[in-house]
Nanobody, 119 residues
């Protein structure tokens, strides 16, 4: 059994910052790429940022240098530091992990954490 647990969401004013965390636990043999997605009401789920096991990163264009993804392999945890937030960043943020458990390699998703940017 594998679980991804996200934390760090909440309400923040425009221009503010939040740091999201996603911890993977359970029967993990190997953890490969980890990524963050977001989904606003009525919209599709979009990739925000991704990081490989070796630390290479990829960002969506709308991030524009405001967000930073990082990971702690010893803790099986990925982070998303979000700065200069705007109301357009309001969404549910989901963590995804490409990992090998005892039996199979596949993607796992977290339950999502709400980020609301509003004054």
């Amino acid at each position: 059994q594998v679980q991804l647990v996200e934390s760090g969401g909440g309400l923040v004013q425009p221009g503010g910052s939040l740091r999201l965390s996603c911890a993977a636990s359970g029967s993990i043999v190997s953890l490969y790429a980890m990524s963050w997605y977001r989904q606003a009401p009525g919209k599709q789920r979009d990739l925000v940022a991704a990081i490989t096991g070796g630390g290479s990163t990829n960002y969506a264009g709308f991030v524009k240098g405001r967000f930073t993804i990082s990971r702690d392999n010893a803790k099986n945890t990925v982070y998303l530091q979000m700065n200069s937030l705007t109301p357009d960043d309001t969404a549910v943020y989901y963590c995804k992990a490409d990992l090998l458990n005892t039996w199979v390699r596949r993607d796992y998703w977290g339950q999502g954490t709400q980020v609301t940017v509003s004054s």
